[in-house]
Every structure is written in C-alpha cells, then in structure tokens.
C-alpha cells in the first residue's frame, strides 16, 4: 500500500542525512583531535540524526505504527543538524559565504512540509491505527 508521497517521504529520509554523514564522517575525523570535544558531539550528534532517519524510513516502508513518530523526529532532527553545521561547526562544511539563510529556509521548509504530510494524510492515519 506504498503510494507516490509516502515513497517519496521514504527516499528523503533514507538518501539526505545518511548521505550528508556519509560524505561528512571521513572529512572531520582526520582533523577530530584539534576539533576535540565539541566536534565529536557534533559528529555524534549528525550520526543519531542520520540512523534515526534511516530508521524511520524503514519503519514508513513497513508501514509500522511508529513511523510517523520516528519520521517526525527525524525531519525536526535533520532540520535542526542542517542548521546547526551551517552557523555553529566545529566541522569542515563547504557552504558558499551568504548563503546560510536560504539553505537553512530551505532546510525549515523541507521538514515543515513533510510534517503537514504526515499529519494531514489518510494512510498516515491508516498506518497510526493500526
């Protein structure tokens, strides 16, 4: 019963923040003992965000009932990651100067209109009362 928008939702989660960890993991550790502390919770911080991505989309796939809870958690999660590492970094991140505003708009936006998604659909809804 996977449709066009729950497909979607479940490609945003599982391609966007893993993949951002991915490309972000072997970049900062080589630099982790100068970064110390902060970069690490930081580092952590990005992990936990991209496994509970992952996470949620498989629970979305498999139409369980914590889904949408994990889902939610994960978009409120990688909206705050994204605007986190683009004004407060102890992380290498190669993001044009002026630019902060719109990617983090854009970051905001992203998660806000699949929140409405997940609050306002029908086989959300299905899925939930199971």
Not at 41 to 54: D, R
Request: aromatic share 8%; hydrophobic share 55%.
């Amino acid at each position: 019963m996977r449709r066009g928008w729950l497909l979607l939702l479940c490609a945003a989660l599982i391609l966007w923040r893993p993949l951002d960890y991915i490309v972000e993991l072997p970049q900062s550790l080589p630099t982790m003992g100068m970064r110390g502390a902060p970069g690490a919770i930081e580092l952590l911080f990005h992990g936990i965000v991209a496994a509970l991505s992952v996470a949620a989309a498989q629970a979305l796939w498999n139409e369980r009932p914590s889904g949408p809870r994990l889902a939610a958690a994960a978009l409120i999660g990688s909206a705050a990651a994204t605007v986190q590492s683009l004004y407060w970094t102890y992380l290498p991140h190669q993001t044009v100067p002026g630019s902060e505003p719109a990617i983090a708009a854009l970051a905001i936006a992203h998660a806000v209109v699949w929140l409405v998604y997940l609050k306002r659909s029908r086989l959300i809804r299905d899925i939930i009362s199971r």
